[in-house]
Each structure stands twice: as C-alpha cells, then as structure tokens.
C-alpha cells in the first residue's frame, strides 16, 4: 500500500520497557505501517549513558544524553516518556506539551502526583497526552473507562494493580511459604525489586488507584488522602484461615462512589474476597479490575499487568492512537474538554460513611476472661463479632481471628486503639478489610 504520512517517535528512556517498545516496533514494522497507513519511526533516544551496553542493539547515531532534547525536536511528533521517577520526566513532558507534541507516558507516578498540571498544559498549548501503560500494564483498563464505558457513571471499581503483591501472595496461599522467603524468591524471578517497599507496602497500587479515580471520577485523590496499607504483615496462617473462612487473600484498590451523597472514597488494603468471585481466582503476576456501571453493570478485565511485553504492548497503542490523531485529526483520545475536572460537588468520604465487615488477627495470653475482654473492647466502639476462630500462637498465647458484621473504619479505628492498650493483646492486632463485593 502507498504510505504518504511519516511519524517520527523520540523515546526518553531506554529501559526495560523502552527497548521492548523498540522490538516490537521494529519488528513489527511492516504490519503496523499496514494497519495504520503510515510509517512509524524511532528518530532518537535519551538514554543516561550512549556507551553501556544493552541487549537490543541501536545504532549509536539516534542517541542522545539529553532527554530536553527529544521534548523540543520540532521534527519529532511523539514523544514517548519512559524515564520513571517525577523531576525529569515532568520537566520533559511539560516541554513536549508546550511545543504542542503528543507525549506517551507509562509513568503513574507522574500522573498522580502532576496529573492536573499536565492535562492543563496538553489543553493550553494544544498538546495531547496518552497515557495507557500507566496503570495495569497490557489490560487496556483507561481505553475502557474513557471510551468504552463512557455512557456510565461508576459505582464501584476495584482490582489487583501489581503483579508483584499478586505473585507474593498467591505463593503464600498455595504453598503456605512465610512472607519473607517469597519475597526472596520474587526479587530472584525478577518479579520485585531490589527495594520492595513501593510495592508491598501499597504505594505503587496507591498511585495506579489515583490515575483510575480522576478518569471514573475527575477528582485527583493523593496517596496521602487514601487509607494505604500493605502486604507485609500477612502470614501463611492468614491466607489459611481466610480459606477456612471462603476467601482468598488480595491487595486490592478500591475506588467506590455514592452518588446519593456524592462522595468518593480511594482505598489500597488487602482484602478478603469471596473465592468463588473472578478477580478473587486471579493468580500469579496477572493483574484484574472489576468496573461497575449503572448502564452495563460489572465488567471484568484481566491480563499481564507489568514486564516488558504488556507495558510495551499498550505504549505501542497509544502511539497508534497519536498516528491516527495526527492523520485524521481525531483519534481515540482525550478531548481538550476532557482535561477539565467534572467533579460537580464530589468530595471524599469521613471515614464514618466507609463501611464493611473486617478480619481482625489478636495475638494475646493464652488465659481465662481475654476473650470477654476483647468482646466488651469490640461491644463498646460499635462493633459486632461475626465468627472467631482459635489457635494456638506459642508457648503461653494464642491467635484469636475475628470477623465482624458490618461497622465503618472509623468505629474499627477506635476498637484497635483500646485493643492495642489491652495488657493481655501482645502484638500490634492485624486488621483486613472483607470485600463481599457482588459481581
């Protein structure tokens, strides 16, 4: 076929997931020219050093140390920013926007901590920014929400956004491994790195959670304004007594609107699911995200959410989407009207509204009336014991797990606090969210 329109791509970043959006458009160069009636090419690449050696070979020559560069090559028409990390990454984004570029970004960090100041400079300066392989890696969860579920409003969303909790915690439940020993073997898989704290403590979910909130919601919700909690104090003992229980064990994100108040709440916590629920049987690196709508109800979408090929897979979309704006002066992307918030009225839930049922863990003394004293404590901030179950701990205490009707965290707030005063309560008590979500 005749080819007429040329594309030229700049790639700041030339990392796992730069050279795997290198291979794959090499590689599949004379398909996606075919499909897209135009010829994609990498121009130049900011890398940090041109010398190292790296194990997709580039000619020297499209190189270049300096990412500012690529962001103000008038020649380049998409700049693809996959540096990680905020400072240089907002400074090169910021410049390809003024410029008028469209920029490609697969860093969530980014957008969650800069979002409202690059949508404004894309709408200002005419701009465009894509951002994809931002959340979820090759699920394509925003083409979802900003597209194909646009006649809905959304009550709930919620997921597994890392593949590297999702592995730590699904070989805890199968195999009984204690926390520590699968988080040796994720770091040696390659599976998380080297400081893990990003990832298990909930942050990188945390900043995922955000991205997704703004495109359902237009509200940007910060970390800091989220309950955040992480992985890292499970035990195999829980993933097993949750199965006695019925549930399987996940970090989820939780992302809930009601629409009778108009407030929003943002969460990231392990939660117990229901073991017969679909994203509960999502297993290993994949990631999964249930979307609730008044028109098309849940929908659920799930896949590789991270590694070189998934995230690589859904840059190379947006770029496929910037040729098809830049051909046809449309495309399937966000609209200057879009980068306008469209909160009308929203605003975060007091933790008196965020309410559910929760597994609490006590380790305590191993002696008569500790249980009655733990029910008055529970009684007393509003709380109603479920189900329990009892294990010995060891020599001299046990393991009380306790599931509780429906209470709000901040009732389950104050009855940890007294618990944790409780002279016979010996560690910090364990507290899990219950997510009997219906799909």
């Keep these: 076929m005749k080819v007429s329109l040329s ?15 290198y291979k794959h458009l090499v590689k599949s160069r004379a398909d996606i020219t075919e499909r897209l009636g135009a010829e994609v090419k990498i121009t130049r690449i900011a890398v940090n050093d041109i010398n190292k050696k790296r194990s997709v070979k580039v000619s020297k020559q499209l190189l270049t140390e300096d990412a500012l560069e690529i962001a103000n090559d008038p020649s380049i028409h998409v700049v693809c920013e996959l540096i990680g990390g905020t400072a240089l990454a907002r400074k090169v984004t910021l410049a390809a926007l003024k410029h008028g570029k469209i920029v490609v970004s697969a860093n969530k960090a980014l957008i969650c901590d800069h979002g409202a100041e690059i949508f404004e400079a ?12 931002s959340v979820a890696g090759g699920i394509p969860i925003i083409k979802a929400l900003r597209e194909g579920l646009v006649a809905n409003r959304f009550s709930r969303i919620y ?22 020993d699968v988080l040796k073997q994720a770091k040696e898989l390659g599976y ?6 990003l990832d298990v403590e909930g942050w990188d979910t945390a900043h995922k959670a955000s991205v997704l909130a703004w495109l359902a919601h237009g509200v940007w919700v910060k970390p800091s304004q989220m309950i955040v909690e992480g992985i890292n104090r499970l ?6 007594n949750a199965a006695t229980l019925g549930y399987s064990i996940k970090l989820l994100a939780v992302i809930t609107r009601d629409f009778s108040t108009n407030e929003l709440c943002v969460r990231v916590h392990p939660t117990l699911l229901p073991v017969n629920s679909v ?7 994949f990631n999964a995200v249930a979307v609730t709508g008044d028109v098309v109800g849940t929908t659920h979408y799930i896949g590789r959410g991270a590694g070189q090929d998934a995230t690589a897979s859904a840059v190379i979309s947006d770029i496929a989407d910037a040729v098809a704006l830049i051909k046809h002066g449309k495309g399937t992307h966000l609209t ?6 469209n909160t009308k009225g929203c605003t975060l839930a007091p933790l008196e509204r965020i309410t559910g049922s929760y597994y609490i863990r006590l380790t305590v003394k191993d002696q008569s009336g500790v249980l009655a004293k733990v029910a008055r404590v529970l009684s007393q901030n509003k709380v109603s014991i479920a189900t329990m179950i009892q294990n010995p701990a060891h020599v001299g205490a046990a393991s009380l797990v306790l599931t509780t009707h429906e209470t709000n965290e901040k009732s389950i707030g104050k009855a940890l606090k007294r618990l944790s005063a409780l002279g016979s309560v010996l560690e910090t008590p364990l ?3 219950i997510g009997n979500f219906t799909d």
Excluded at 7 to 21: A, D, E, K, M, S
Excluded at 159 to 180: A, D, E, F, K, V
């Design 279 to 285: 994203v509960a049987s999502v297993g290993g690196v």
């Design 7 to 21: 594309v030229n791509i700049g790639l700041c970043g030339f990392g796992t997931v730069g050279q795997g959006v």
């Design 431 to 433: 507290v899990l969210r």
């Design 336 to 341: 200057s009207e879009s980068y306008e918030p």
């Design 235 to 240: 035990s195999p003992a829980d993933l097993s």
């Design 159 to 180: 997921g597994i956004l890392n593949g590297t909790c999702n592995y730590i915690l699904t070989q805890m439940g199968s195999r009984g491994l204690p926390y520590s």
């Design 122 to 133: 894309a709408r200002k300066f005419g701009g465009h920014f894509f951002f994809e392989a």
């Design 192 to 197: 998380a790195e080297a400081d893990e704290s």
